[in-house]
C-alpha cells in the first residue's frame, strides 16, 4: 500500500488564490521531504529540499517566497504555491526516504494543479 | 551538459520484442542509479537499482558502464504493460538523504 500519501489530488483555482498541498509519511517518520514540479512532456525537477525543524532549501531558480514550504511534524510537509497564476499550473509530486535507506525514495501520488 | 540524459523516443516496439534503453550521466563521482517507471499522470514508482554488478529482475536487466559513464535498461519479452515512460535517475547523496536528479526519461510503447 501507499506509503505517502498526497492531498489534495486535484485542485483548480482562480488566479491570485494561494493552494496549499500536504504531503505525509503514513507508516514512517522523515525528517527530510523533497517537493518536485513536472510540466506537461518534462522530467521531474526538484524545486526544494524540506527539512522538519529547520528551513526548506531551494533549488536555483525556485522562489521561496512564492512556494511556502513548512515541515512542521516528522510525517507532514506542506507546499503552499502563494498567489498562484496559470504558470504554476503543473504536477507537484513530494517524496520521502526511510532514514534506514536514504537512497529509496517514496513518491506520493501527486497533485495537479490547474490555475485559471 | 545536463547531469543525466535519454533519448526522450517514443520507442514503438511490437510485444514480444526486446528494446534498450541508455542514459548519460556527468557526475562520475555518483556510485549508484536508479530506474524508475512513470505512467501517465501518475507518480515515478521505482523499477530497480544499479549498482556496478549491475541488476536483473525477470525480463529487465540493468547496466553501469563507469567508463563511459552510461546506465542502461534491457527489457526482454515486452508486454503491453511495459507501455510507460522510464526515467534514469542519479541520487546525489547530501547525508540525511539523497537528492535525485531524473532524466527527461524515454517513453516506450509496446504494441500488438
Known amino acids: 500500500g501507499a506509503v505517502v500519501s498526497q492531498h489534495p489530488s486535484r485542485v483548480i483555482c482562480k488566479s491570485g488564490t494561494s493552494v496549499k498541498i500536504e504531503c505525509r509519511s503514513l507508516?514512517?517518520?522523515?525528517?527530510?521531504m523533497f517537493w518536485y514540479r513536472q510540466f506537461p512532456k518534462q522530467s521531474l525537477m526538484l524545486m526544494a529540499t524540506?527539512?522538519?525543524?529547520?528551513?526548506?532549501?531551494?533549488e536555483q531558480g525556485v522562489e521561496k517566497d512564492k512556494f511556502l514550504i513548512n515541515h512542521a511534524s516528522l510525517t507532514l510537509s506542506t507546499l503552499t504555491v502563494t498567489s498562484a497564476h496559470p504558470e504554476d499550473s503543473s504536477f507537484y509530486i513530494c517524496?520521502?526516504?526511510?532514514?534506514?535507506?536514504?537512497?529509496?525514495?517514496?513518491f506520493g501520488p501527486g497533485t495537479r494543479l490547474t490555475v485559471l | 551538459r545536463k547531469e543525466v540524459e535519454q533519448d526522450p523516443g517514443p520507442f514503438n516496439v511490437p510485444e514480444g520484442a526486446t528494446v534498450a534503453f541508455n542514459c548519460t550521466y556527468s557526475?562520475?563521482?555518483?556510485?549508484?542509479f536508479f530506474w524508475y517507471r512513470q505512467d501517465c499522470r501518475k507518480e515515478p514508482k521505482l523499477l530497480m537499482s544499479?549498482?556496478?554488478s549491475g541488476n536483473e529482475d525477470g525480463r529487465f536487466t540493468a547496466q553501469l558502464n563507469r567508463a563511459s559513464q552510461y546506465i542502461s535498461l534491457l527489457i526482454r519479452d515486452s508486454k503491453l504493460s511495459d507501455s510507460a515512460t522510464y526515467l534514469c535517475?542519479?541520487?546525489?547523496?547530501?547525508?540525511?538523504?539523497?537528492?535525485?536528479?531524473f532524466g527527461t526519461g524515454t517513453r516506450l510503447q509496446v504494441t500488438l
Open positions: 535517475v542519479a541520487p546525489l547523496h547530501t547525508g540525511t538523504a539523497s537528492k535525485l536528479t
Open positions: 557526475n562520475s563521482a555518483s556510485q549508484s
Open positions: 517524496s520521502a526516504p526511510r532514514s534506514s535507506d536514504i537512497d529509496t525514495q517514496y
Open positions: 544499479v549498482y556496478s
Open positions: 524540506s527539512n522538519e525543524g529547520s528551513k526548506a532549501t531551494y
Open positions: 507508516d514512517f517518520q522523515a525528517t527530510t
